[in-house]
């Protein structure tokens, strides 16, 4: 493969663009909340409900983000025949009977990563919303950026050759009051943060064949950071941690036959990244600001949009295969550390 001369062009349209959907939100926590604010910043998607477990919780953040009806239950929102698509914006072992509910009602469906804390939950959801023919896709945003588009034509174009090793961590501090150290919510940084380089891996890799690692125990009952070594039925080798202790990086490097992919910021968000050859002696930057949360969920938002109006039941960015592939490689993660997560709610 020679070497490009330019990088590729992104091929994303403007979030504005997309057909404009009427959006019902299931779940009133901090996902929910960033999630309106990019998509009010950036596109012309309209949030007009939300629902939640209790009348007061819907009402104060009805009020609090102007969103027009509050559902006093999450059955009376995926019962709202007025709206286009539903977010599933609950806690990780909710997904599994919150994204059943919707489906079951017939709805379109984006449901906040990961889809659920297993390979079989996975499973399960995606073979209900292939039966009842409807929209349904994992809202794991990175996947929907401009520069994710760029590196994906440069790996049809097979310009890293052969992928020989991958790269990747990714943690974050969090204070003991947070959700991530509680148990019963399915806590620890596997779901929460590995879920990026997890499924970066699974992407360029696919499903490993073997995986081993240790995972370290925190006092609260949750695993409070792991690290693995994943090798591919070709044997490539990739390597994974994540830490809910510090601040890291959270880089990523691709390293092929033909050429060497390497981000200069947090490979999950936008943000710069360089095109090596193999040699070293050539390269290619794709240099953009980087950026944080609330600049990518648009993405996801407008593509789900440019979906449903198209009559598409998934998306190419992150079909429902690509998210079986990355719960198979988590189930792996979770077997080689002997991690275990509490029974969905």
């Not at 077997?335 to 275990?340: C, E, N, P, S, V």
């Amino acid at each position: 493969m020679t070497f490009p001369t330019v990088l590729p062009v992104s091929r994303v349209p403007d979030p504005r663009t997309a057909p404009r959907l009427r959006w019902g939100i299931l779940g009133t926590g901090w996902i929910a909340e960033r999630f309106i604010e990019s998509v009010r910043a950036h596109t012309n998607q309209e949030i007009a409900a939300v629902g939640s477990r209790a009348a007061p919780t819907a009402k104060a953040f009805a009020s609090a983000w102007d969103v027009p009806t509050a559902h006093a239950s999450y059955e009376a929102l995926v019962a709202d025949r007025s709206l286009d698509v539903v977010y599933v914006a609950t806690p990780h072992n909710m997904h599994l009977d919150h994204a059943t509910l919707a489906l079951e009602a017939g709805c379109n469906v984006l449901v906040e990563k990961p889809i659920g804390l297993s390979l079989e939950e996975a499973e399960r959801l995606v073979g209900l919303a292939r039966q009842k023919r409807v929209f349904f896709a994992e809202a794991l945003w990175t996947y929907f950026l401009p520069k994710f588009d760029i590196i994906q034509q440069l790996l049809d174009a097979d310009v890293l050759g052969e992928i020989k090793s991958v790269h990747t961590e990714y943690g974050e501090h969090f204070t003991r009051d947070h959700r991530i150290f509680d148990p019963a919510l399915a806590g620890g940084p596997l779901l929460d943060l590995g879920t990026y380089p997890a499924s970066f891996i699974a992407k360029l890799m696919g499903v490993p064949e073997r995986v081993v690692g240790m995972a370290q125990d925190d006092p609260s009952g949750v695993h409070g950071q792991l690290a693995v070594v994943l090798a591919s039925r070709a044997g490539a080798l990739a390597t994974m941690a994540t830490t809910l202790y510090g601040l890291t990086p959270t880089n990523a490097a691709v390293v092929g036959t033909e050429a060497t992919l390497r981000f200069g910021t947090e490979f999950n968000l936008p943000g710069p990244f360089e095109l090596i050859s193999a040699d070293g002696r050539r390269r290619l930057l794709h240099d953009e600001p980087p950026g944080r949360h609330i600049d990518g969920l648009c993405y996801e938002a407008a593509e789900v949009a440019r979906c449903i109006d198209g009559g598409r039941i998934e998306t190419g960015y992150r079909s429902l295969n690509a998210t079986l592939a990355t719960m198979a490689t988590m189930d792996m993660i979770r077997d080689a550390t002997g991690i275990q997560f509490s029974s969905h709610t």
